[in-house]
């Protein structure tokens, strides 16, 4: 199994962007896999931003991002996409996607143990 992230780069404040996290080894259609995004910015922890399931319909959202962030998914492609609309410098960091095999997109997604990782994408939002 592996991920690949991309689509970062720098963004005015008030912006949009879309990352794309391209998943191989497993395929969405039949097998069960949560995808989650994360972020990390520099001095600061680990802070899980969505998850979203390879073939069912839940997802969840950090408050921080709820209303301006959207996570979905192409089965044909096998890859999902975090959808950024309203940016704020606070967005600014690196992103990555990670998987997990059997668990499902839950609220208490950022406790789970990952086991894939992608490589990060930077995303900066300034003027």
């Known amino acids: 199994v592996q991920l690949q992230a991309s689509g970062g780069g720098l963004v005015q404040p008030g912006g949009s962007m879309t990352l794309s996290c391209a998943a191989s080894g497993f395929t969405f259609a039949s097998d069960s896999y949560v995808i989650g995004w994360f972020r990390q910015a520099p001095g600061k922890a680990r802070e899980g931003v969505s998850c979203i399931h390879s073939n069912d319909e839940r997802m969840n959202y950090a408050d921080s991002v709820k209303g301006r962030f959207t996570a979905s998914r192409d089965k044909a492609k096998n890859t999902v996409y975090l959808q950024m609309n309203h940016l704020k410098p606070e967005d600014t960091a690196v992103y990555s996607c990670?998987?997990?095999?059997?668990?499902?997109?839950?609220?208490?997604?950022?406790?789970?143990?990952?086991?894939?990782w992608g490589q990060g994408t930077q995303v900066t939002v300034s003027s």
């Open positions: 990670a998987t997990l095999r059997g668990f499902h997109c839950t609220p208490y997604y950022s406790d789970y143990d990952w086991t894939t």
